[in-house]
């Protein structure tokens, strides 16, 4: 759930969507040009009523000529087909800068979610952020080449119909004049409660758009425990909601638009009255009379559509909002203004300190509480404690996926945030514990990290080699077949596996491993262990230790306890000296049946 509220509430309509000019700033010449045509359509429908008048006050009424009579009806023949080309060439000039637009809005909106870091992403759910990313800007694209459009249209229309019909007779202007008060009063009444009604419904479109994406994407979790039912019953009653929402909506719209068409009409009926009066006394001309009534027709079409523009632009305001909120989000990890290079990369791999570190996962306590850490060039050092003691999170703080709030990290002497993010994470390969692949090739997966000069087959094939996932060479289409979305046409220890090779393939200077051999055999997981700790002489690695046969792979141990590091020591001397690796070995070991030592030497 998105738990901030809109970064633009509060702001007036215009302001919010003027900053969409940042976008659509290349389409504002034919958007410009579009409206124009359509303005010009406009006057056009009202100059007919002003030749109307001409033709019942001079040939019809006065002069009683048939040729005159002829040549107004053509006259208004041609203003009619030249108001329909022009109605045409406003749609084709509109319709592709619209649709630019909108490409530009949904890629600057990806760049920008790739860009925020991993604690923006663990608080927004997907479906909040796709539906912002294809129905909000949807929503934009076509109030930008229809809603904003007509609606500048309309009310010049309408300011110009009224200023002829005052003209025309300033009695009946007045008494038309008299009317908009109420439309103006209801129209500013709709907008304050159909705003909020708006936003809520798209609000409500999010939530749907993510329960859709978990329980897709639990769908295995939902089936094995039979809670499809379940799901459904959330699913049918946000849909519900959303509903009640969208009827809301549309009763407030039509009630409005019910309201904006009628009050018009009865003025035309007062009109009409006071106008055959008018005319009767010989106050105002038949010709004047027949003007004001086509001139009224023209001007009450703007005015009925008045209500469903309104609602579309409040439609468009609340999809701006949300589109903002999510763009105006500051990305907190972000590269220095004059970064640090990282020094030419030695034989054995970088030295990586972690001074003083502190974390804490958004208003939680902190889960590390001043760790102190040096892994030597070359070291694998294996990070062990109780589950949740943070781990991951230490791993996570040295690519910057997480900033550390107080102390340091340095790779070779340079602080972490002193590099690009790009230089870091070149530097700097990982492989996680549950690991995501892409629904590419199994060549695109290991290479990802890799630059083009160095994705080469070799390189390809001897990661693939260590982390023993040869299995993928008999693949149908081998190191090009496809795998599947999020890589769930391998099983579990294959797609550790495919990880483990693209965290090798990056020849990082430090290696960090989040219990990368969880999900593999013991004697795959053997070989695996041996075949790394050859590889691994040039890189330097950490490795989180979920099990003790992971042990096996490290030159050290370091035990993280209430946030702090409390030992580093070879096994041995941790199991002989230090309570609480022993403590949290011996739980390890339990679950995996092993006795402690016997694994590790075993392993080793
Ligand atoms: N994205 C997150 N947002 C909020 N809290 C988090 C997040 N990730 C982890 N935590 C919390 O931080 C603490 C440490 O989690 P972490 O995953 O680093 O532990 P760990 O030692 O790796 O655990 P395990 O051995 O079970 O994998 C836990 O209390 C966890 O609930």
Redesign the pocket.
Known sequence: MPPSPPTAAGRATPRAMLRLLTWARPAVPRVLLGGCTALGASMLALAVPQVLRAIVNGPLLTDSSRRGVVLGALLVLGLGVLEAVLVWSRRALILTPGTTVEREMRTSLFRHLLDLP??FH?RWSGGQLLSRAMSDLGTIRRWMVFGLVMLIVSATTLVVGVVLMIATSWQLGLVYVAGAIPMVWLSFRFRTGYRDVARRARDQAGDLATTVEESVHGIRVLKAFGRGDDALDDFVRQADELRETEIHKARTLSRVSFALGAIPEAVLAVSLAVGVTLTARGEITVGALVAFFATAAVVNQPVERLGALLAMTLDARAATDRYLQVIDTPSTVTDPARPSHLPPPGPHGARLVLDGVRFG??D?PD?LAGVDLVVEPGETVALV??????????LQLVPRLFDVTAGRVTVDGVDVRDLTRAELRAAVGVAF?DPILFSTSVRENVLLGVDAAGATDDRLTRALDVARAEFVHDLPDGVETVIGEEGLSLSGGQRQRVSLARAIAVRPRVLLL??PLSALDVTTEAEVTQRLRAELTGTTTVV?A?RPSTVALADRVAV?EDGRITGVGTHRDLLAHHPHYRFVLTALAATEHEPVDDEVEAAR
Do not use: I, N, P, Q
């Not at 404690?385 to 230490?394: D, E, H, M, N, Y």
């Open positions: 991993v604690a663990d996962h958004g939680e889960v404690g109780l589950t949740g003691s943070g781990k991951t999170t230490l514990e989040d219990d989180v979920h993280l």
